[in-house]
């Protein structure tokens, strides 16, 4: 199933509010960790797979890369993407991760920011980034943390006084579809192991470089509830190297 939720106007008109959305990359609590991660972009050829607004694709022409595709499967997102976008180096391509088709070995790094877990199936996407990626290049990619997709319900228990008591992990080994509530109703997104990530990536062909779970980023943990992602994880991220 390829749900194009980013095209629904209720959902884009609150995701478009959120403060990653407005505030780019500096207001992403995990950016701090992912960036850490990239290679020297300097003169390289970077595909951004879930590429939304763009933040990525322009921090890697920031970085001087020489060429950068953004994929995305929504209109919306590609649009606003565009207007935010004036460098010739930078592609957009409207169309499905699952999707993606390009030539054997012309990328040094593929990249995506929190959209896998909006794919059914992650082992083909993994061996569609190995061929296109040269050899020795390099695979970056963060996802909702399995212990954050295990239930559809993904909300703190709370107490009598509505603050959060504790994160309850629920289905854990029960992979599969999740149809939760994020700023609208009847999102669907996939929950898999943390044992089905590395393994995908293991069996596909790649040598796993790092693995992160990050806490927020310090500078932003005045902003309301920021404090409690110090209490699980909300995020995990992945670097690999293709050998």
């Known amino acids: 199933m390829k749900q194009n939720k980013y095209d629904d106007s209720a959902f884009f008109s609150a995701y478009k509010e959120m403060p990653r959305s407005i505030g780019g ?4 609590g995990e950016w701090h960790e992912f960036k850490v991660l990239l290679p020297d972009l300097q003169g390289k050829s970077v595909l951004d797979l879930g590429c939304g607004f763009g933040w990525h694709c322009r921090y890697a022409r920031e970085q001087h890369a020489a060429e950068v595709v953004g994929v995305d499967i929504s209109a919306k997102m ?11 180096a930078i592609t957009y391509l409207q169309a499905p991760i699952e999707d993606i088709d390009f030539p054997d070995g012309h990328f040094d790094v593929v990249l995506s920011s929190l959209a896998f877990h909006y794919v059914q199936s992650f082992d083909p996407v993994c061996q569609k ?3 296109c990626l040269k050899q020795g290049g390099t695979f970056v990619f963060s996802v909702e943390h399995p212990i954050f997709t295990s239930r559809p319900e993904q909300e703190w228990i709370l107490d009598d006084q509505g603050s959060p008591l504790y994160w309850p992990v629920d289905h854990y080994q029960d992979e599969g579809v999740r149809n939760t509530a994020f700023l609208t109703d009847h999102v669907i997104k996939y929950h898999r192991t943390l044992s089905t990530y590395i393994n995908d990536l293991i069996r596909t062909g790649f040598a796993i470089t790092a693995v992160r779970e990050p806490l927020p980023d310090p500078k932003l ?14 995020f ?7 050998k």
Request: aromatic fraction near 0%; avoid cysteine; glycine fraction near 6%.
């Open 129 to 131: 980034v190995h061929s």
């Open 236 to 242: 995990l991220i992945l670097s690999a190297e293709k």
């Open 78 to 88: 590609l649009e606003s993407a565009r207007e935010q976008t004036d460098d010739p």
């Open 25 to 28: 990359l500096g207001a992403a």
């Open 221 to 234: 943990m005045h902003h309301p509830g920021m404090k409690d992602e110090t209490r699980r994880p909300m």
